[in-house]
C-alpha cells in the first residue's frame, strides 16, 4: 500500500507564503514524476507543477515565478514552495507521484488534498 500525506496548506494574505510537503510512504520501489495539482470547485484539477526524478520542472503559465518544486528522492518528498500568493491561487492542492510499488507495478497515487486560501 502507498499513501501520499500532504501538510502546510492554510490561509494567507496576498503577497504572503506558504509551503506544501508531501511524504509518500508504504512498500516503494522507485518513484518517477511527482507533481503538485489544485482544484477549485465546478473547475478540473489542473497541473500547477511538476518535477522528475532527475529534477526536471514545468510550471503552469500562471504560477512561473512565484512557485518552485522540488523534491528529496531519499525522503519521497516533494515540495512546493510559494511566494508572492494571490487570491486565484485559492485551492485544494493534491499531491500526485507515479511510484512502482512491491506486488503493483507503476501507479498514480494522489494524496488527500490541503486546502490554500488566499484572501485580505
Known amino acids: 500500500q502507498v499513501q501520499l500525506v500532504e501538510s502546510g496548506g492554510g490561509s494567507v494574505q496576498p503577497g504572503g507564503s506558504l509551503r506544501l510537503s508531501c511524504a509518500a510512504s508504504g512498500s516503494i520501489f522507485s518513484i518517477n514524476a511527482m507533481g503538485w495539482y489544485r482544484q477549485v470547485p465546478g473547475k478540473q484539477r489542473e497541473l500547477a507543477a511538476s518535477?522528475?526524478?532527475?529534477?526536471?520542472?514545468n510550471y503552469a503559465d500562471s504560477v512561473k515565478g512565484r512557485f518552485t518544486i522540488s523534491r528529496d528522492n531519499a525522503e519521497n518528498t516533494v515540495y512546493l514552495q510559494m511566494n508572492s500568493l494571490k487570491p486565484e491561487d485559492t485551492a485544494v492542492y493534491y499531491c500526485n507521484a507515479a511510484v512502482l510499488a512491491l506486488g503493483r507495478g507503476w501507479n498514480d497515487y494522489w494524496g488527500q488534498g490541503t486546502q490554500v486560501t488566499v484572501s485580505s
Open positions: 518535477i522528475t526524478r532527475g529534477g526536471v520542472t
